[in-house]
């Protein structure tokens, strides 16, 4: 079965530090890959999203991602993070072939960023 | 535009009792997509339907679980007999249909069954 891993569940940072939010799936076909953010309180909302082309992606907030297939990967990152990023992080995985429209998510990272 | 609306946002339930939950999609968009969400946990896959047809229903945990879109616009979730390990929030997604399968998210249904 098709699994998403978010290896970080809590990450704590200071404002300005970077950021690197590790996701591996398992599928080995074709792929659309996804990063989401729920801020307390609202819903979940697009980060960025891969469907081909070039591997690096970039998103709303200065988020970006980078596919790397060899790995089954997609790590988030930030160069510096501010408060207002503390929100919980979620990788979403669909299978292009076989796999209809639905999304599979990790379990979800929580970041807060101190002042 | 207005976005994905979901009512109620909170619903507490008797174990054994039914409960409805509906789903508002974004006005246009052909996919709806209902997902469940455990504490601690990411969203997992219910079901799908494109416009009125129910496409995928593999992720429904067990048969007192049923959606319907009879119109295909408005989605219910109906849960019958509901027992303590269905509390979760209930999330309802809607996609347009374009290659670009972006799913835009409402903001649950927070359902405690006592």
Redo the contacts between chains.
Sequence with gaps: AQS?S?HNHHVILSEAASLELGCNYSYGGTV?L?W?VQYPG?????LL?Y?SGDPLVKGIKGFEAEFIKSKFSFNLRKPSVQWSDTAEY?C?V?RVTGG?????????TQLKVEL | GAGVSQSPRYKVAKRGQDVALRCDPISGHVSLFWYQQALGQGPEFLTYFQNEAQLDKSGLPSDRFFAERPEGSVSTLKIQRTQQEDSAVYLCASSPWTQDNEQFFGPGTRLTVL
């Design positions: 998403v978010q659309n996804f989401y609202q819903h979940l909302q697009l999203k469907f979620f979403a669909n209809g429209n639905k999304l599979t998510f990790g379990t979800g």
